[in-house]
């Protein structure tokens, strides 16, 4: 599986838009980009995926590179609720057969 | 639907007792996964199910054991506790209806706290 490096931590206010990097210059060219983030004392939840093409969804956008060595996971407007891990997997499909390999993420405190 | 569920919600052992993780899902996913996680750190694959009738290690499989018991249930058992087994178990569940290479969203329970003395 492709390896990924995030920050540890990022802070940013309520209601500010948020953008959260990722690098992963090992990424195949079948290899997808996907987001969890999981809120304090609760399993983890899909955000959102992509492969080439920039994605939106009702809780995020996904701005990918154009060489797909990084991407950027937006948050439009910060919530509170916002507050969690954030971890950016790649590799998954193939003889990965569906298997997530999470890194450590990034920690997002969102202040009121 | 209550999605993926996962009992018990927490648990203490003492080294060498035995117990068994109990996860279910009602989405009539073909895959179910267990995973662990330690403090600080992200989660890891102890063993996975592809589809009912079939079971591969992950990453840290020592010391445990699975069951799928049908396309619902996907049991981990614990059969001699040891400290370093304390962490949180995460079970999740995934259609795979496209087949391995494609995107594929995992459904988390909301863990089991296992602390072993």
């Known amino acids: 599986d492709a390896k990924t490096t995030q920050p540890n931590s990022m802070e940013s206010n309520e209601e500010e838009p948020v953008h959260l990097p990722c690098n992963h210059s090992t990424i195949s060219g079948t290899d997808y980009i996907h987001w969890y983030r999981q809120l304090p004392s609760q399993g983890p939840e899909y955000v959102i995926h992509g492969l080439t093409s920039n994605v939106n969804n009702r809780m995020a956008s996904l701005a990918i590179a154009e060489d797909r060595k990084s991407s950027t996971l937006i948050l439009h407007r910060a919530t509170l609720r916002d507050a969690a891990v954030y971890y950016c997997?790649?590799?998954?499909?193939?003889?990965?057969?569906?298997?997530?390999?999470f890194g450590q993420g990034t920690i997002l405190t969102v202040h009121p | 639907n209550a999605g993926v569920t996962q009992t018990p919600k927490f648990q203490v052992l003492k080294t060498g007792q035995s117990m068994t993780l109990q996860c279910a899902q009602d989405m009539n996913h073909n895959s179910m996964y267990w995973y662990r996680q330690d403090p600080g750190m992200g989660l890891r694959l102890i063993y996975y199910?592809?589809?009912?009738?079939?079971?591969d290690k992950g990453e840290v499989p020592n010391g445990y054991n699975v069951s799928r018991l049908n396309k619902r249930e996907f049991s981990l058992r614990l059969e001699s506790a040891a400290p370093s087994q304390t962490s949180v178990y995460f079970c999740?569940?995934?259609?795979?209806?496209?087949?391995?290479?494609?995107?594929?969203?995992?459904?988390f329970g909301p863990g089991t706290r296992l602390t072993v003395l």
């Open positions: 999740a569940s995934s259609s795979l209806a496209g087949g391995p290479a494609t995107p594929d969203t995992q459904y």
């Open positions: 997997i790649t590799g998954i499909g193939g003889t990965s057969y569906g298997k997530l390999t």
């Open positions: 199910s592809a589809s009912e009738g079939t079971t």
